[in-house]
């Protein structure tokens, strides 16, 4: 069977051009579009949980920004700052592609998805939602000792010992990437 997906087909032999849609990918961006509106709200609240771990006023009692002796060092501070800015990164790049249509091939394809946009984008969102989850995960886990000797429920301190097997506890300022990496690999 012959196919193509090409608009408007002509048939020169018939003097006929027939404009049938066939394959416009406005399906695909819209399912783009919701998985980049997806990726930046769990980017978005996993910030907002740690906003809450590292500011004093909000975290029932541990020290501010998750590190002893504030001051000499600054803790979970910019770890924070990062996370809230990808967070911001990736509310911009949520825009809805599909409503970004503009003519092309000298206006013989009139209304253009942005299909591919709405997709290629979509791995730069997941990696920065996976590095602000790292963030707080690296975050929890200092909270978490912050308290003990107290235990949680057996499926966050499995959770807890899998990082801290990676990852020791932040005693002090340190170079942050190799900690925030290891974090992102589990």
């Known amino acids: 069977a012959n196919a193509v997906t090409d608009n408007p087909l002509v048939f020169?032999?018939?003097?006929?051009?027939?404009?049938?849609g066939n394959f416009h990918a406005e399906p695909v961006a819209f399912a783009a579009d919701q998985?980049?509106?997806?990726?930046?709200?769990?980017?978005?609240?996993s910030e907002r949980r740690m906003a809450m771990l590292v500011d004093p006023h909000h975290n029932g009692g541990l020290p501010a920004f998750l590190v002893e002796r504030g001051g000499e060092n600054s803790g979970?501070?910019?770890?924070?700052?990062?996370?809230?800015?990808?967070?911001?990164?990736?509310?911009?790049?949520?825009?809805?592609?599909?409503?970004?249509?503009?003519?092309?091939?000298?206006?013989?394809?009139?209304?253009?998805?942005?299909?591919?946009?709405?997709?290629?984008?979509?791995?730069?969102?997941?990696?920065?939602a996976r590095t602000i989850v790292a963030l707080e995960l690296l975050a929890a886990a200092q909270g978490?000792?912050?308290h003990r000797p107290l235990k949680s429920s057996d499926i966050l301190e499995k959770i807890w010992s899998t990082?801290?097997?990676?990852?020791?506890?932040f005693d002090k300022d340190r170079f942050f990437a190799p900690d925030l990496e290891s974090a992102k690999a589990l």
């Open 12 to 20: 020169p032999e018939q003097e006929e051009i027939l404009s049938g």
């Open 35 to 45: 998985l980049a509106l997806a990726l930046a709200e769990i980017g978005n609240l």
């Open 76 to 128: 979970f501070m910019i770890a924070q700052v990062t996370a809230a800015a990808l967070a911001s990164e990736n509310k911009g790049l949520a825009h809805p592609a599909s409503i970004d249509t503009i003519p092309t091939s000298a206006n013989q394809e009139d209304h253009v998805s942005m299909a591919t946009w709405a997709a290629r984008r979509l791995g730069e969102m997941a990696d920065n």
């Open 144 to 146: 978490v000792d912050f």
């Open 163 to 169: 990082l801290r097997n990676e990852v020791p506890f």
